[in-house]
Each structure stands twice: as C-alpha cells, then as structure tokens.
C-alpha cells in the first residue's frame, strides 16, 4: 500500500486549503483512511476518516463543520476539504490506512493505522 498526500502550505487565518491522498495497493478487505495531525509539543490527533467502502465519515470535535472529507474510488483519492481555518490548525498533515478483515459499522480515527504517507504541512498564519 502506498499513500502520497498533496496539498498544504501557507494559509491565512479564515482561509481554505485542500489536502488530497492518493492511494495504492489496498487489497480485499475493508479500508478506513484518515487524516492525522501533528503539531510541534503535541500528541498525533485523528481529524477525519472515511469508509471506502460506503463513504461513512468521522470528523474530531476541534474540526467538526469545518473540515469535510471524502472519497473518490473511481481516482482512488481521499481528500480532505479544511475551512474557516485557525492558528490551531497548524501541524503537520499525515494521511494514513487500515484495513479490517470485518465490516466495519462505525467509522473512526480509532485503531492501528499500518500503512502512513509523507506527511504535508500547514501553516494558519497571518
């Protein structure tokens, strides 16, 4: 599996940016990709995943009516949609996978992600 996340930069605060994760290789089974955030000092934070399979979505509360993600099976892409953006959205943006062997009913960040692309940075600056 390989994953090759695009997008980021410099942003000002109330701005808009896309990121967008090409992915490669998933095998049968049931997907979830994501993406993580990591800012300087902080812990690694799941911010969206989605269900290939049938496109159910989680979003973490601190990016909830802001961010949207989705997925387009026919590119094979995932992408995540940020507004309204703030200072607190800086960090290094990581898109990751995992496949369960189980239907999954429930769609989270939650879980072992095996597979991880480069991470892509986003700067909220004035």
């Known amino acids: 599996v390989q994953l090759q996340a695009s997008g980021g930069g410099l942003v000002q605060p109330g701005g808009s940016v896309r990121l967008s994760c090409a992915a490669s290789?998933?095998?049968?089974?049931?997907?979830?990709v994501g993406w993580f955030r990591q800012a300087p000092g902080k812990e690694r934070e799941g911010v969206s995943c989605?269900?290939?399979?049938?496109?159910?979505?989680y979003q973490a509360d601190s990016v909830k009516d802001r961010f949207t993600i989705s997925r387009d099976n026919a590119k094979n892409t995932v992408d995540l949609q940020m507004n309204s953006l703030k200072p607190e959205d800086t960090a290094d943006y990581y898109c990751?996978?995992?496949?369960?062997?189980?239907?999954?009913?429930?769609?989270?960040?939650?879980?072992?992600?095996?597979?991880w692309g480069q991470g892509t940075q986003v700067t909220v600056s004035s």
């Open positions: 989605v269900n290939i399979r049938d496109g159910n979505t």
């Open positions: 290789g998933f095998t049968s089974g049931h997907w979830i």
């Open positions: 990751a996978a995992r496949r369960s062997p189980f239907i999954v009913m429930i769609t989270t960040c939650e879980g072992t992600f095996d597979y």
